[in-house]
């Protein structure tokens, strides 16, 4: 069974009175242990999904149809956020700052994270009557430092005490990792986890997510514009434009050989070391904006192999091979 499934979702936005869709009927499972890579350019409707898998869509937002099961449990139905979060769905955004409380202490931050857990999995909490004043618990602790230890931090004790303006972006994002650890999620929703870090950094930081999946079996869905970064990190791929899911399949698949006329023209818009300059294609024109939506495959007005039909008729998704496709080509 998958750890999380989601099915015929829509999601709207209203915005000065219109409602438009962010989401039009997206589809897709994660088993556990498994890295689902979203891309898309921006504006697809990847971090609507990414917060609406993680109970944290804002208030202008509605989820107008589909279900979101985390291990039978169907999200959407579930009113109460601080309950979302303990169903054990943790994100990490581009920004940690947006995540991590600028007044706590990095120890009362993985104490949160820790109360969270022993909610989730209803075991008495010595947390419950835990004060900030307080010192930690010898065990606790322990659990603490081996965390922030496996993050590669040289010195988990002095970090304990630091609070997050005290850190740099990639060791914050390392804190929000270590959290992970502790609060050890089902799914892990990283939404940009890397774009603001340098080169260096963001691999350091990427490959400890990819640890968290091995020593926890953690479901992570990877969000990212970066098609390269992604297609390398994940097992399988959705790529997304419009709101809707374009093609899905192995990383491997989507990366030799893709279908959709989108995600070629993702491929080939990324420069690589075996490209030259002349061989780089942008895309022509820009996505779409959800209150202005084309009529039929949102993809039309930019795709090359557009036809009559594909002004009028909103492609379905269907099989071809291992790829899920949406689009008259493959219809
Ligand atoms: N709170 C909001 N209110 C109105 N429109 C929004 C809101 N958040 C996102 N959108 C719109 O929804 C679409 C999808 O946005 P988003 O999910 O952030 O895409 P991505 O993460 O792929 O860039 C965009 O057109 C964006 O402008
Ligand atoms: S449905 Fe038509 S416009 Fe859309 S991607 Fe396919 S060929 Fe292009
Ligand atoms: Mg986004």
């Given at each position: 069974m998958p750890v999380l499934e989601v099915k015929d979702l829509w999601v709207s936005y209203t915005r000065g009175g219109i409602r438009a869709y962010a989401l039009r009927g997206i589809n897709m499972s994660l088993e556990r242990r498994e890295v689902m890579g979203v891309v898309g350019e921006s504006g697809s409707g990847k971090s609507t999904l990414g917060h609406a898998v993680a109970g944290?869509?804002?208030?202008?937002?509605?989820?107008?149809r589909g279900s979101i099961t985390l291990e039978g449990k169907d999200l959407t139905k579930m009113r109460d956020l601080f309950r979302v979060r303990g169903t054990g769905v943790f994100v990490i955004f581009q920004d940690p700052m947006t995540s991590?409380?600028?007044?706590?202490?990095v120890k009362d931050q993985l104490a949160e994270a820790l109360q969270v857990r022993e909610e989730r999995e209803s075991l008495p909490s010595p947390f419950i009557r835990w004060s900030r004043r307080r010192s930690l618990d010898n065990r606790t602790e322990r659990e603490f430092l081996e965390a922030l230890t496996r993050v590669r931090f040289r010195s988990p004790q002095e970090v304990l005490e630091k609070y997050p303006h005290q850190l740099s972006g990639g060791e914050r994002q390392k804190v929000m990792i270590a959290m992970a650890y502790i609060l050890r999620p089902k799914v892990l929703v990283a939404d940009e986890p890397t774009t603001s870090l340098d080169v260096i950094t963001q691999a350091q930081v990427m490959k400890m997510l990819l640890s968290l999946r091995e020593e926890q079996g953690t479901a992570i869905l990877l969000i990212s514009h970066d098609v390269m970064l992604v297609s390398k990190l994940s097992d399988r791929m959705m790529v997304m434009y419009g709101g809707m899911v374009m093609e899905e399949g192995s990383s491997e698949e989507l990366t030799k050989s893709p279908l959709h006329p989108y995600t070629k023209g993702l491929q080939a818009s990324v420069p690589t070391q075996f490209k030259g300059e002349g061989r780089v294609k942008q895309i022509p024109g820009y996505p779409p904006n959800i209150f202005s939506m084309p009529q039929g495959c949102p993809f039309h007005p930019r795709c090359e192999m557009a036809m009559e039909v594909c002004r009028k008729v909103t492609p379905q998704e269907s099989r071809r091979g291992e790829h899920n496709v949406s689009c008259h080509l493959y219809g």
């Open positions: 944290l869509l804002p208030p202008n937002s509605i989820v107008e991590l409380n600028p007044i706590m202490k």
